[in-house]
T-cell receptor, first 109, second 114 residues
Framework: QKEVEQDPGPLSVPEGAIVSLNCTYS??????FMWYRQYSRKGPELLMY????GNKEDGRFTAQVDKSSKYISLFIRDSQPSDSATYLC?????????FGAGTRLTVKP | KAGVTQTPRYLIKTRGQQVTLSCSPI?????VSWYQQTPGQGLQFLFE???????NKGNFPGRFSGRQFSNSRSEMNVSTLELGDSALYLC?????????????FGPGTRLTVL
């Protein structure tokens, strides 16, 4: 079993849709949870950062962490064509950092 | 303010050689982290330096090493290159560390090992 599991997609949605991206993990030592967005041929961009369990909202983006279920989510509301990118989850703890495989999202106008 | 810069942007080496990559963080940032990205393995954490000290290290062989200078610039070295080392090498800088909400990635160095 991989340390972090993320559905690679691809995921295609119409503009305005709500997008749900998810990751599961196995290492209970992870305490810091991040979501990155990566456009083609670019470096990743940190989108959301959460420490421990809970929700965090930033504009159209909401990150949720459920440590008891070892499950994290990123929701994108009112998705836009400019949201088309690969989204990677990441988690860190006990000097270890792991990434999901990335989900490729396409938002169609 | 200037972003994270990485040099060179592209590099071609042959098996057995060694390579040094450079990363200049955003001014004022004291943490530099390095990552390897490949189509097969995805994004993997190599190591993190903070104020010239290695703070965290991923699961990579000892052929991968790094250092950080007093001006926070960092270098990564890979010795005895293997074909599987072909990848995009990314560095990221932040004020306090990779586990914070301020982390900025550079454009990466594309390494090809022939």
């Amino acid at each position: 079993q991989k340390e972090v599991e993320q559905d690679p997609g691809p995921l295609s949605v119409p503009e305005g849709a709500i997008v749900s991206l998810n990751c599961t993990y196995s290492n209970s030592a992870f305490q810091y949870f991040m979501w990155y967005r990566q456009y083609s041929r670019k470096g990743p961009e940190l989108l959301m950062y959460t420490y421990s369990s809970g929700n965090k909202e930033d504009g159209r983006f909401t990150a949720q962490v459920d440590k008891s279920s070892k499950y994290i989510s990123l929701f994108i509301r009112d998705s836009q064509p400019s949201d088309s990118a690969t989204y990677l989850c990441a988690m860190m703890g006990n000097n270890d950092m792991r990434f999901g495989a990335g989900t490729r999202l396409t938002v169609k106008p | 303010k200037a972003g994270v810069t990485q040099t060179p942007r592209y590099l071609i080496k042959t098996r057995g050689q060694q390579v040094t990559l450079s990363c200049s963080p955003i001014s004022g940032h004291r943490s530099v982290s390095w990552y390897q990205q490949t189509p097969g393995q995805g994004l993997q954490f190599l190591f993190e330096y903070f104020s010239e000290t290695q703070r965290n290290k991923g699961n990579f062989p000892g052929r991968f090493s790094g250092r950080q200078f007093s001006n926070s610039r960092s270098e990564m070295n890979v010795s005895t290159l293997e074909l599987g080392d072909s990848a995009l090498y990314l560095c990221a800088s932040s004020l306090q560390g990779a586990n914070t909400d301020t982390q900025y990635f550079g454009p990466g160095t594309r390494l090809t090992v022939l």
